[in-house]
């Protein structure tokens, strides 16, 4: 089975083509997504900016949005901007971001594993992403995980080079985007937050790692305490989201869908069932012939760690929706193909 870079590029292609474009033009989606494209159409308008964002399209009477903060709002407002008033802008700016975001998953790929070494990883874990139903879903209806993923994603990239180097800069460069992250969606997006720490824990030989993920831990408690302090905008509305969104939720004020907080990781698990299906069946395929095959736990413990960091604090909350597992697919998705690396390289080489 030659897995060449080609036939990557091909297969990636063909599922953008088959799972992504046919929404492209299409009319129609999840009400949260209206609300989102409205919003951001709004803004590109002049009606609402970054720190009042909002949904109902009048400038003398404005009641601002604060049920998420800003920032993809005031990034799609750009599309709309760019493309002018039209239905399927907001779809546009979602394939856009998914691009980007498989632009990073190759690069965070090649920080974990020498591409090299394996090629095929990148691709297969992208493949398996994108052909996820929640992922497909998600993506066409124009929710906030898409963004906060990317800058999720760039933010673990930043982090592993910090480690790998040994530099403060880099994660200076992880912790902004982190912030980004946290403007984009808000606190689900905090998770990257653990990669420092993971990391000095599997790599504790060396004192020297302990200082990068201190400055991986607290920069971005720094920056966030800079920005919020110097810029009163930010404070009301930083202040508005968690009010509505953070504490109703947790008191359950806002809308609840569920009366076990276990219910996630069962709709986790249930999401991420075809994956899994083939894992079985790719482990039952190597065994049957009697293939001698080692599972790369080493290398896959990180993105398994940062999974769970991206699922477990969903367990705080009966609000509970199938798209909110999306970062926590991807690096689960990540870490099972690292994980069964060797049993892959068999089929590439048979």
């Not at 982090?159 to 040994?166: E, I, Q």
Request: aromatic share 16%.
């Amino acid at each position: 089975m030659n897995f060449s870079k080609n036939w990557a590029t091909i297969l990636i292609s063909s599922a953008i083509i088959l799972f992504y474009l046919p929404k492209l033009f299409s009319q129609g989606m999840f009400l949260d997504g209206i609300v989102y494209a409205s919003i951001s159409r709004n803004m590109a308008l002049g009606i609402g900016d970054f720190f009042h964002p909002s949904y109902i399209p009048f400038k003398h009477f404005i009641p601002y949005f604060s049920e998420h903060l800003s920032l993809t709002f005031y990034l799609e407002s750009f599309f709309f901007k760019v493309f002018g008033d039209h239905y399927w802008v907001e779809n546009v700016y979602s394939i856009f971001v998914l691009l980007f975001s498989i632009f990073l998953m190759r690069l965070e790929c090649k920080n974990l594993v020498k591409d090299k070494e394996s090629p095929f990883i990148s691709p297969i874990v992208i493949l398996l992403f994108m052909t996820s139903p929640v992922i497909i879903w998600t993506y066409s209806n124009n929710m906030l995980e898409g963004t906060m993923l990317l800058f999720c994603i760039s933010s673990n990239i930043f982090y592993l080079k910090a480690h790998s180097k040994r530099s403060v800069f880099y994660s200076l460069i992880a912790s902004v985007f982190l912030l980004l992250a946290f403007f984009s969606k808000g606190v689900t997006a905090l998770f990257p937050l653990m990669t420092p720490f993971y990391l000095y824990i599997l790599d504790s030989k060396d004192k020297r790692n302990i200082s990068i993920a201190l400055s991986g831990l607290l920069l971005p408690l720094i920056l966030f305490s800079v920005f919020y302090v110097s810029i009163p905008p930010l404070n009301i509305q930083v202040n508005a989201y968690f009010n509505q969104q953070i504490v109703n939720t947790l008191l359950h004020q806002n809308a609840v869908n569920h009366t076990n907080r276990l219910n996630i990781l069962v709709v986790f698990c249930s999401e991420l069932g075809i994956v899994l299906g083939l894992t079985i069946l790719l482990v039952f395929l190597t065994r049957n012939l009697k293939v001698k095959l080692n599972f790369q736990l080493k290398e896959a413990r990180l993105p398994f760690l940062i999974g769970l960091s991206a699922l477990l604090p969903l367990c705080m909350s009966l609000r509970q929706h199938a798209y909110y597992v999306v970062p926590a697919i991807y690096y689960v998705i990540l870490g099972l193909v690292i994980l069964f690396r060797s049993h892959l390289e068999w089929l590439k080489f048979n």
